[in-house]
């Protein structure tokens, strides 16, 4: 056994014994040490870099290591074997997925925008915003000698006193709390209760001068972003709002490559406990501390997830999604709490998912189709959700079609060299002169922020710049010479966005053909899904009425450019609509509204889903859309 070392800029050693020939990077997920590797250690994406400092080390020289960085020690992790006593240094950004969380500001109408639209789309709807939570006030006579009734009898009789329900459960952890807290309340208590019809579930039990907040969190699982929204049960308000990397990222990042990883010997468990354990959890906490409220005070919690997403999260098999014919566990869970997953909020919580309704459709669609109201407009409408898996829906109020396709992670910044998710520091938007090749660039954060990466929305400006000004072709190879297009030694182009002495990173900003190589396949596997969709619906282009872009991956998409590059059909431009996390909006509805929870299953109900790896069309219309902006360009001609 060899001794290993991983080491960090901003933390202690972490030490552990490795056996001859093991994977660094195998060695790494064993550990938890977060190395990032999008590709699952295929060799592929070339974000598993580390840097030798100590000791010896096994490595294959990959295109994506330099001369120069191989001498200074990079090395990636996932072509790195243990043959000796070895420490490597892990870069902050490779832990950065587990560790980098932000938190909104408020008092920003542009952060509360989708909620405030998702509020007046379903009331609209006819949908009421009430919920089954409340507070009700019991008081009950003090027991005697001559009155020795129990007191969770004395405490559901008051109940069904005030409320004329019979049925009324009492989990242990209110039982526990019961006899204490009435006698120091004089048997005069708060409750909070949860009513459906003849049934009531006691949540907490508190004094009754006791000031109460009855907490609910809407939570977004992307397979690359989790984005959470705490709320006030009672009154609808927004307490606070966050999001964090996905800490199953160093498992893949895609879909696919997490069901592998938790294929394996307790990988189910490894990727249940990046999820719960390292981000989801810690999320939590960072938005109560900010709202000042307890963990414990949350009662309520609503999740949206792809459909590996959901299987993950619960610690279910995922491994029969990806295999034909492609059939998961569930669409619909029905009694889940806190406690069964480890969830750290108020252990009885009632933890609602919404449904999946394919393979590769799950709940953050269902949640997004709701709240984007096409099951309630005439409209032949189009629902856009740009994600790692990008999901396509097409309808109105007499039908709902769905399909997904495999874009992979280049939206919210994977695959991509620079890429990065749309925090501060990142490049949202660009335009290029077409003379000088010079950028001008809108980074994310304060006046002044530097740039330090690329999030979706500034990828598809800078690609569909770039071909605007000829200094890529249609395949995505650099044809112009400049002081920012370079070429390395296999004659791989690139264009500097950003020299080091102008970003605020130890290297340059920039964009490489593989780059967008990757992204060409993600926008040709949007175009290709949305016209055999409509293919297969005896439907065309022209006959869209609407189209919901969602997705977090910027303030917002230049939709002119996106359509500039194949990536978006071309329709007017005033059709179309950026509607941002619609996931998180649609979730945040279900939260707020009991009305609207139920409307979301009759969504998925009424939902058709079409299997694109079940018609051959599909493949031929991807190849043909693998280009900028397509092999037809008749189909982007004015």
Partial sequence: MHKVTFKFENSEDIIVFAAFGESLLEVARKTNVAI???????ASCGKCRVKLVGGELESKKT???TDEDYAEGWRLACVSTINADVEVLVPDIASAYRSRMKVADLSSPEELKIFSDAKEQILEAGIELKNTLEILNVSMDEPTLDDTMPDNERFTRAITAITGIEKIRVPYSV????PDVLRESNFRVKIIVRKIETNIFVYDVFPENEEVIVGGIAIDIGTTTVSAILINMLDGSILAKGSSGNGQIRYGADVINRIIESAKPGGKERLQKAVIEETINPLIQTMCRQAKLDPMSIYRMCVAGNTTMNHLLMGINADPLRMEPYIPTFFKTNSLYASDIGIHINPDSHIIIAPNIGSYVGGDIT???????????PEFSLFIDLGTNG?????????????????????EGGDISCGMRATDGAIEACTIDKETMEPNLSVIGDEGTKPIGICGSGIIDIISELFRCGIINPKGKFVREGKRVRHDKFDM????LAFESEAGSVKDVEISEVDIDNFIRAKGAIFSAIRTMLSYCDFDISMIEHVYVAG?????INMENAIHIGMFPKVPLELYQYIGNSSLSGAYAMLCSTQAERKVYEVARNMTYLELSAIPQYMD?????????????TLFED
């Fill in 36 to 42: 990032d590797a999008p590709c699952s250690g295929n």
């Fill in 63 to 65: 295109r994506h290591i």
């Fill in 175 to 178: 039982l526990k709390k019961l």
């Fill in 367 to 377: 949640a997004g189709a709701f709240v984007s109201a096409l099951w309630n407009k």
């Fill in 391 to 411: 999901e396509i829906v097409f309808g109105n109020s007499d039908f709902l079609m769905s399909c997904a396709c495999s874009a992979g992670p280049a939206f």
């Fill in 493 to 496: 182009g690139s264009y500097v």
């Fill in 552 to 556: 977090g991956i910027g303030s917002g």
């Fill in 621 to 633: 219309e991807f190849v043909a859309a693998c280009f900028l902006p397509h092999t037809d360009t």
